[in-house]
């Protein structure tokens, strides 16, 4: 199918009602046409009020030269309709290709990322009946900012970035989210015992966000065990805000853990835009074979239409989804013998949904959408008092194969702090993060990436001429710096980690 399927083709046999909302559409690699043509065929036979705009991306614009995968005019579309419909695409293996995904998330400023984890038991197999989790995921910081360098012969870096603004934006989203959808918990996972400024930045505004929302429940959970907590007993959560990675990751396994990856849709929310899309991937191994089930898409789908201000075919189309799921109608990935009463291919599903179209489950929770616009983006309220920066230090970070730490403080130390009249003085030096001079323990294993700390004498402070002035004598010494981190303080506070075992 990947290859024959003809786009237009495919979308002038659906009804084309008058004064649609403008929508783009993707229909991707893999089986990302498939499970597209069966979504777009339910929802229009659903009564969806809807203007198809397809856009090409993925493979054949990777492959075309485009290492973006995709076309400078798709963007054109995009923009004016604000509104994506996207099915999964296949990055080609090998490196130079960027993620499609992440370039469409961050260029589109889309912050927020929803994924409903839905067991539906005992219809689909599951460990976990009862599980009805949203995972809200920021979408567009952490470690996923892509800003990553190769400093030394062996050492690799990649910046977390967790910024204020774009925490509050997240935060707020989940809380607005939860009380918009008659949720009554609000949980966040961080793993700020150890990453205690990013990550104990996205804790604190957690905190003093969810202080605004006194009618909900507000939890905190180190990420490791409520990664523990939320695959063994799903049920006891209710909406979990993540940072990116953490929420990538648990996601993924929420969603197959209340019954397959396959099942789940997702959308992604911002000020510009919104895309919707399934959380699975192209599945190239099980392509054109009429084989994958669409619902994951087709619940985007569903999420979208709310979000279009078309509640009525959101819920006449969830409520005909349950009842297929309910009545049996599984394709191979949920198939169950003694359990299913048919099995399925990708358009027999949408079929058997679209035969029910205006019933509701008999079981299963039918699902309600109202006029309530689903919740957008909330807005920014910021840090409105800046606080008083002052730099009173700098970490040098510097290449240098084998040594002792004791060597590299007497090169860094003596003549070059002794230029500066007592206003520096060499600090510490640490090796990954971890002391070693001064005090420093023999068996700590040392890389070729050294920090060295260097500090304003007491009450004293810094500008960027004497940070540049250190540099200067330094690289005149040999010294290969391969990057500097000021260290500040705001309001008096320190704006910078201490070294392992300081
Ligand atoms: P995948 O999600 O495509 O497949 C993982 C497994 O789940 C496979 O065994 C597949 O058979 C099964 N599966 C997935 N969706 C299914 C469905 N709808 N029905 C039935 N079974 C289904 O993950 P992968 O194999 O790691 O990745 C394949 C390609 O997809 C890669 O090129 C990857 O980069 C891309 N990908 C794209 C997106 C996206 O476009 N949003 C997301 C993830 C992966």
New binding site residues.
Partial sequence: MTSTFNAKEFLATLPTPANGTPVTVAF?????PE?MAASLKVLMAAGARLKLEPIAI?EQVYKAGNSAGIEPQAWESLRRTKVFY????????GGGFK???VTVRKSLGLYANIRPCVAYAPFVATRHAGMDVIIVRENEEDLYAGIEHRQTQDVYQCLKLITRPGTEKIIRYAFEYARAHGRSKVTCFTKDNIMKMTDGLFHKVFDEIGAEYQDLDKEHWIVDIGAAKLADNPQQFDVIVMPNLYGDILSDVAAEIAG???LAGSSNIGEHGAMF??????????AGQN???????MLAGVQMMAHLGQPDVASKVHNAWLAAIEDGIH???IYEEGQSSEKVGTMGFADAVIARLGRKPRTLKPAVYDDKPIVLATGLRGTTVREEKKLVGVDVFIDQPGGLAADIAKKMNGPITAAFDGLLRLDMITNRGVKVWPNGLPETFCTDHWRVRYMAAEGKSLNNATIAELLRRLAVAGTDFVKMEGLYTFDGKPGYSLGQGQ
């Fill in positions: 991707g690699d893999g089986i990302g499970i993925g996207k099915a999964p695409i296949t990055t080609p293996q993620s499609l995904n397959s990856v396959g899309e399934a959380i699975h991937g192209s599945a190239p191994r099980i084989k994958a089930n669409p619902s994951g898409l394709t191979y990935d």
